[in-house]
C-alpha cells in the first residue's frame, strides 16, 4: 500500500490525494482511504509524488562489448535510482544488436539484473553499416521494440523508406539519430560563436535539420512511425510541428541536457558538455523547450551515454560524445521546467513516462488497475547536489556535476516490488 501520495496519471486523467494497492506485480486498485490488507507494506507517501514508473526510450547500456564502463545490470540499477522503471538499450554495442541471439542476450541480462526493464532496440542494418537491412521480424520476435541505427543516421534515403515500410508490418517505430555526416565531419561542438573563441570545428543546426526533413518526407511518403532522437535545433522542432499538423506519423524526443545546457558549458574545454548533437544556442534551447511544452515533442530521454573517466580527459577534440542522465534526470526537469513554470507536474509525468510507454507500444506508464505496479514515489521539492561519486552507474561524465537541483525520487517498484529506497548505498564499482 502506497498511502496519501499526489497521485498522477496522465492517462486515467487522474491528479488527486489517492491510496494505491498492489498485488500480485500489478495495480489492485487506487482511490481514497483504501482498506489496507493484512500483511501488506505500507509506504507513506504524504507529501509526495505517487505516478508510473518513468520510460526512457533510449539508453546506452554498452553491454556487450564495453563493460568498464556500464553493464546492463549496473545501467538498469542507475535507472530505477532515477525513477525509470523501464528503459531501451540502442543496438550499438559490440557486437551489434543486429540478430536474435544479441536480442536475447540483452533480455536475459536485464532479468538476471532485477532493477529496470530492459527493452532492446535492435539496429537497422546489419552491423549498423548501412547497407542492408536486419531481419526484423526475427528482431521483433526475440523482445526488439524498435530499431534504430543510433550513433549515426540510417544512411541512405532508400534504406530509410524501406526500413519504414518493412517496420510497419510489425508495428515498431523507427528511431533514427539525425546527422548529416558530411555536414558534422570533424566537429566537436556546435557552430557559434563558443566554437570559434575556443578555436573548435563546429557542428551545424543544418546537420540535423537536413536529416529531420528527409525523414519526414519518407514517414509521410510510407505512413511509417517515425521516431526522431535527441532533438537540439530549433528548425527540427518546428519541421516535426509542421509535420503532425500535416498528420505525417511522427513522434520525437529531447533529452534533458539539450533542455537545460547551451554549448556555453563548452567554455574550458569541458568534455562532460560533449555530446552529440551538440548542446546548442539559446534560441535552440528556448524552441525545444516550447516543443516539449505543446507536444510537439512528445518524450524526454536522456541519451544516457557511459565513458571511462581516461576517455573523457582527453583533448576536446579527441574526447568521446556523451554523457551519462539516468540518475539527474527528474532533478534537471524539475529544476529547469516545473520551477520555472514551463511544465506542470502531470505533463512532466506524461512526457516522462505515459508518453513514452505509448510511443514504444510498452506496458506500464498508466496507474489503472491492471496495469503492471510499475511506481515512482518521489519528492519535487527536494534540494540535493549532483556528486557523481554516489551513483549507481560505473561512469561519472555528467555535465552537472556539483550543480544545486530540486526533485529526487524516494522509491522505485518494479512489478510491484521496491527496487530502489532513497538512501541506498552504492555498492562496487
Known amino acids: 500500500m502506497i498511502r496519501g501520495g499526489r497521485v498522477i496519471d496522465p492517462a486515467a486523467e487522474r491528479d488527486a490525494i489517492a491510496d494505491l494497492l498492489i498485488m500480485d506485480g500489478s495495480v489492485a486498485a487506487v482511490g481514497p482511504s483504501l482498506g489496507t490488507p493484512d500483511g501488506a507494506e505500507v509506504l507513506d507517501a504524504t507529501g509526495l509524488v505517487v505516478a508510473p514508473g518513468f520510460v526512457d526510450l533510449h539508453v546506452h547500456l554498452r553491454e ?5 564502463v556500464e553493464t546492463i545490470a549496473t545501467g538498469a540499477r542507475a535507472a530505477v535510482a532515477g525513477g525509470f522503471t523501464s528503459v531501451c538499450a540502442m543496438p550499438n554495442t559490440d557486437p551489434v544488436t543486429d540478430n536474435q541471439a544479441a536480442v536475447g542476450f540483452i533480455v536475459s541480462q536485464a532479468q538476471r539484473a532485477g532493477a529496470a526493464r530492459v527493452y ?3 539496429a537497422v542494418s546489419l552491423g549498423q553499416q548501412g547497407e542492408r537491412l536486419a531481419e526484423f521480424g526475427e528482431l521483433v520476435s526475440a523482445g526488439a521494440v524498435a530499431v534504430s541505427d543510433d550513433g549515426r543516421p540510417v544512411a541512405t534515403a532508400h534504406l530509410m523508406r524501406t526500413a519504414l515500410e518493412y517496420a510497419m508490418t510489425f508495428g515498431i517505430p523507427v528511431i533514427d539519430h539525425c546527422e548529416e555526416s558530411t555536414l558534422s565531419a570533424g566537429g566537436a561542438m556546435h557552430e557559434g560563436l563558443t566554437a570559434t573563441r575556443l578555436g573548435l570545428k563546429g557542428i ?3 546537420a540535423e535539420d537536413v536529416i529531420v526533413a528527409r525523414d519526414i518526407a519518407l514517414a509521410e511518403l510510407t505512413g511509417g512511425h517515425l521516431h526522431l532522437a535527441h532533438i537540439s535545433t530549433a528548425g527540427a522542432a518546428r519541421m516535426i510541428r509542421e509535420a503532425k499538423a500535416r498528420g505525417v506519423q511522427v513522434t520525437a524526443e529531447v533529452t534533458p541536457h539539450h533542455l537545460a545546457l547551451t554549448d556555453a558549458c563548452c567554455e574550458e574545454y569541458n568534455t562532460n558538455a560533449k555530446m552529440n548533437p551538440p548542446l ?5 534551447v528556448d524552441a525545444v523547450r516550447a516543443a516539449l511544452a505543446d507536444g510537439t515533442i512528445d518524450c524526454i530521454a536522456t541519451d544516457h551515454a557511459p565513458h571511462h573517466y581516461d576517455a573523457k580527459e582527453a583533448e576536446f577534440d579527441d574526447a568521446p560524445f556523451g554523457v551519462i542522465g539516468l ?9 529547469e521546467l516545473v520551477d520555472t513554470g514551463q511544465l506542470s507536474l502531470p505533463e512532466l509525468v506524461r512526457r516522462l513516462s505515459t508518453r513514452p510507454a505509448e510511443v514504444a507500444h510498452l506496458p506500464g506508464g498508466t496507474l489503472v488497475p491492471g496495469a503492471p505496479a510499475d511506481v515512482v514515489v518521489f519528492d519535487p521539492a527536494a534540494a540535493w547536489v549532483v556528486d557523481p561519486s554516489a551513483f549507481f552507474s560505473k561512469s561519472r561524465n555528467t555535465p552537472f556535476a556539483g550543480r544545486a537541483l530540486r526533485g529526487r525520487v524516494r522509491w522505485t517498484l518494479v512489478g510491484g516490488a521496491v527496487v530502489h529506497r532513497a538512501g541506498d548505498a552504492r555498492r562496487g564499482a
Open 204 to 206: 551545424p543546426r543544418a
Open 280 to 284: 546548442r544556442e539559446r534560441g535552440d
Open 120 to 122: 532492446p532496440i535492435a
Open 327 to 335: 540518475e539527474t534526470a527528474l532533478g534537471v526537469v524539475v529544476s
Open 64 to 68: 556487450p562489448g564495453r563493460e568498464d
